[in-house]
């Protein structure tokens, strides 16, 4: 199975500093997702990307989230002012024709 | 509210048993079932995911879908230590997008 790569692994960022997580897709896929797990909880949705568009996103993606596909190739979550409660691994998942391949992951600590 | 359940375990059997994972869905909706597993820290691996009413095997593992039922379940044979881990179901639903929805995932202990 194709790897898709996050970065960075591990960011540490205090609160109300913007963060942009990166994911590198495997390249021709239409459809990315972003989900978060907090720690000792289940897998969460957050937002859904075909063909470079926002296709549904979750009650948690406020307007502090945003995410781009600014080149074509990676994809970006980015969160303006992070909080305390933003602590979390953030995953983005790459769709494809059996099923769906979770990146590397992305540990976010806001202090 | 669309949910999926999974009993949070932890689930102990001894090495060479068979470990038999349950879960169960909300929606009838839903159409497509995945079971990925999760070592700590690290993130989920597709294990399996079935579509279709009844048994699909893959090696040492063996997803079972009943619709009418609505649950799912993994079966996994002569499970190992290295087989350890927490094990995540998850399903996508009509007008849902293809989004994943996870339950809390099932913690597995192979004892040796």
């Known amino acids: 199975e194709p790897e898709v790569t996050q970065t960075p692994s591990h960011q540490v960022t205090q609160m109300g500093q913007e963060v942009i997580l990166r994911c590198v897709p495997i390249?021709?896929?239409?459809?990315f997702y972003w989900y978060r797990q907090i720690l000792g909880q289940k897998v969460e949705f957050l937002v859904s990307?075909?063909?470079?568009?926002?296709?549904?996103k979750s009650e948690i993606f406020d307007d502090q989230f945003s995410v781009e596909r600014p080149d074509g190739s990676n994809f970006t979550l980015k969160i303006r002012s992070t909080k305390l409660e933003d602590s979390a691994m953030y995953f983005c998942?790459?769709?494809?024709?059996?099923?769906?391949?979770f990146g590397s992951g992305t540990r976010l600590t806001v202090v | 509210q669309k949910e999926v359940e999974q009993n949070s375990g932890p689930l102990s059997v001894p090495e060479g048993a068979i470990a038999s994972l349950n879960c169960t869905y909300s929606d009838r909706g839903s159409q497509s079932f995945f079971w990925y597993r999760q070592y700590s820290g690290k993130s989920p691996e597709l294990i399996m995911f079935?579509?279709?009413?009844g048994d699909k095997e893959d090696g040492r593992f063996t997803a079972q879908l009943n619709k009418a039922s609505q649950y799912v379940s993994l079966l996994i044979r002569d499970s190992q230590p290295s087989d350890s881990a927490t094990y995540l179901c998850a399903v996508t639903v009509t007008g849902g997008g293809n989004k994943l929805t996870f339950g809390t995932g099932t913690q597995l202990k192979v004892e040796l």
């Open positions: 390249s021709n896929h239409l459809y």
């Open positions: 990307f075909y063909n470079n568009e926002i296709s549904e």
């Open positions: 998942l790459d769709r494809f024709l059996y099923g769906y391949t």
């Open positions: 079935i579509y279709s009413n």
